[in-house]
């Protein structure tokens, strides 16, 4: 009896954990996100990666110095004819030497415009790349969002339909029966049925969206969801501060990471119209050597008549310079013309991709804000539109009862209040999604943005 009650226990324990492990609300599900979102990683990987133009850019400016070696073993043999007293000779040479050669070379830049050029854009580099990188993380908060009130919508849209098909299933049964005592017409029942066999259907594509939303929010955070946290009937709907559109354009104008981004991208490719045009430029380097070159061997004459004659071949050497060398391009076939109109070109780009996200960027902010003001009053007016359709529900229904108004007069009334429901529910997490592309677009999205809106979410439903 004690082990039962003892599993039955640790069941129970192991359940409430997994439910608590598996309840989750915004924050939580942001901060899943930044651990397993690889778009983010992605990200965080190339501005690692572009920060290392900074010390190679650097690096060219400093002392270059490097070493090499050689050791060559050498031998040779043949036959040598030579002139003698007594007349023409010949004889076997045979030539052995072992070579041992090193060389330290130090170069310093003196004057190369390109590499001062270089050290500057990847200064931009770098910072494009962290402007970016929070962009990303921006952008992964408002990712987030879509996906988690995704599953919201569609968790709200299920029970809503689930509801109207419990409603329509009694009125049928209902309709059923009084068509049996003979108090209404076969068409009630076909009406009533038609309309359940309908409510049934949305049921299933409700359950099917219920179940891609949540496929959504996983491939963001990393897994799935059992509870969620979502908004209640009282949420504050607050309006932007600052009021008025051009201040958000304006803040907009200054802080959008992305335009920010194409800011840095024009200095860049303006940089890289100075590397391109120092082809044209002299260069000055200071260089310093050290060579050393010692060379062992011997010479052997063979002459068959007159023995052999050997003496060594010995040399050593060693050599020290310091040098200042000027290099002056003259004529490189038209290649630096080429790559300065080519950068000009790309720098032109920039600019006009600049323009575009200006553009863009002010349209995005005027449209979020009118977003926010908008879905402020459009969730007012659906909550209204869903009471009102509750009442008028009531009062179809009343008057079915007494027989002023028809099966499909109440039924028309119920799928009413069902549409009333799911705006109404679908408006709210506009409204949530159009405050955070405001800020978005205004470059004040960030992890407080994430506190402040899981504040407003005070309710918990579980996810089926």
Not at 196 to 213: C, F, G
Request: glycine share 4%; aromatic share 6%; net charge negative.
């Amino acid at each position: 009896m004690t082990r039962l009650w003892l599993r039955a226990t640790l069941v129970a324990a192991m359940s409430l954990t997994s439910v608590v492990a598996c309840a989750t609300d915004f924050t939580e599900a942001y901060h899943r996100a930044q651990r397993s979102d690889p778009q983010l990683r992605e990200a965080d990987a190339n501005r690692l990666a572009t920060r290392e133009a900074r010390p190679q850019a650097f690096a060219a400016l400093l002392p270059q110095l490097q070493a090499t070696g050689a050791y060559t073993h050498d031998s040779t043999s043949g036959l040598s004819n030579f002139f003698t007293s007594g007349g023409l000779a010949s004889a076997n040479v045979e030539t052995t030497t072992t070579a041992k050669q090193w060389a330290i070379q130090l170069r310093q830049t003196v004057f190369h415009w390109d590499q001062f050029a270089a050290i500057r854009q990847a200064g931009s580099q770098v910072a494009q790349a962290e402007v970016d990188y929070h962009s990303a993380q921006q952008s992964l908060i408002l990712r987030t969002a879509t996906a988690y009130f995704g599953v919201l919508e569609a968790q709200d849209t299920l029970e809503a339909a689930q509801a109207a098909h419990e409603a329509i299933s009694h009125q049928l049964e209902q309709a059923e029966k009084r068509f049996e005592v003979g108090l209404i017409a076969v068409t009630d029942v076909e009406e009533a049925r038609a309309a359940n066999d309908q409510a049934a259907a949305t049921v299933i594509a409700a359950k099917r969206t219920l179940a891609t939303s949540r496929d959504k929010l996983r491939e963001v955070i990393g897994d799935s969801v059992d509870i969620l946290s979502r908004p209640g009937d009282e949420m504050p709907l607050v309006a932007p501060n600052p009021i008025g559109e051009d201040q958000w354009v304006r803040a907009a104008l200054d802080q959008n990471l992305e335009l920010s981004s194409a800011r840095l991208g024009a200095e860049i490719a303006r940089e890289s119209v100075n590397i391109a045009e120092s082809g044209h430029l002299p260069t000055l380097d200071l260089i310093a050597r050290e060579s050393n070159n010692d060379i062992n061997g011997t010479t052997s004459f063979v002459d068959p008549t007159a023995g052999s004659l050997s003496y060594p071949a010995n040399s050593s050497s060693r050599d020290k310079q310091i040098s200042l060398q000027v290099t002056v391009p003259l004529f490189s076939g038209g290649a630096i013309a080429s790559r300065v109109r080519q950068a000009s070109y790309q720098h032109r780009a920039a600019h006009e991709r600049l323009e575009k996200v200006a553009r863009a960027t002010e349209r995005g902010t005027r449209d979020a804000y009118l977003g926010v003001i908008s879905e402020i009053s459009r969730v007012k007016a659906l909550r209204q539109a869903v009471e009102s359709s509750k009442i008028a529900l009531t009062a179809t229904e009343a008057g079915y009862e007494v027989g002023t108004r028809t099966a499909v007069d109440v039924l028309l009334a119920r799928q009413r209040l069902f549409d009333a429901q799911t705006n109404y529910a679908k408006s709210r997490y506009d409204y949530l999604l159009n405050v955070l592309s405001l800020e978005q677009q205004a470059g004040t999205l960030d992890d407080r943005s994430v506190d402040r809106l899981n504040a407003l979410l005070d309710h918990t439903v579980k996810v089926r």
